[in-house]
């Protein structure tokens, strides 16, 4: 194959590359300190565009977006200690799921 192949091919697969409205990795992502992902102002960005795509942080085992969360119900201060227990726990439970706060 001769130099001037070698640069054709490179230029049809550096120009599908760059044709296209994503780039995808098959292999992990490593960004040395110091560097930052700098994000838009106006739209804003998505991790995660679909509630089935998993994402975990400090790692933790990735999951899907957590069932929300049901606000306490009850009335008067003696009904509402138990209900707001239980929706305190599950917010702990989806932070530690998400690896946001540390499981123990």
């Given amino acids: 194959m001769t130099p001037e192949e070698v640069r054709q ?7 599908q590359l760059i044709a296209t409205d994503r780039f995808t990795f098959q292999q992990n992502i490593q960004i040395f300190d110091k560097y930052n992902i700098q994000l838009g102002r ?3 960005t998505k991790l995660g565009t679909a509630t089935d795509q998993k ?5 933790v085992t990735p999951v899907i ?4 969360i049901a606000d306490p119900t009850g009335g008067g201060s003696s ?12 917010i702990i439970d ?8 540390a499981s123990s």
Avoid at 9 to 15: L, N, P, S, V
Avoid at 94 to 101: P, V, Y
């Fill in 42 to 44: 106006t739209t804003g």
């Fill in 79 to 90: 009904g509402v200690d138990a209900p707001a227990r239980t929706a305190i726990g599950k």
């Fill in 94 to 101: 989806t932070l530690e799921a998400l690896g946001i706060s």
């Fill in 65 to 68: 977006q957590q069932l929300k």
């Fill in 55 to 59: 994402l975990g942080l400090w790692g």
């Fill in 9 to 15: 091919i490179i230029r049809e697969e550096f120009a």
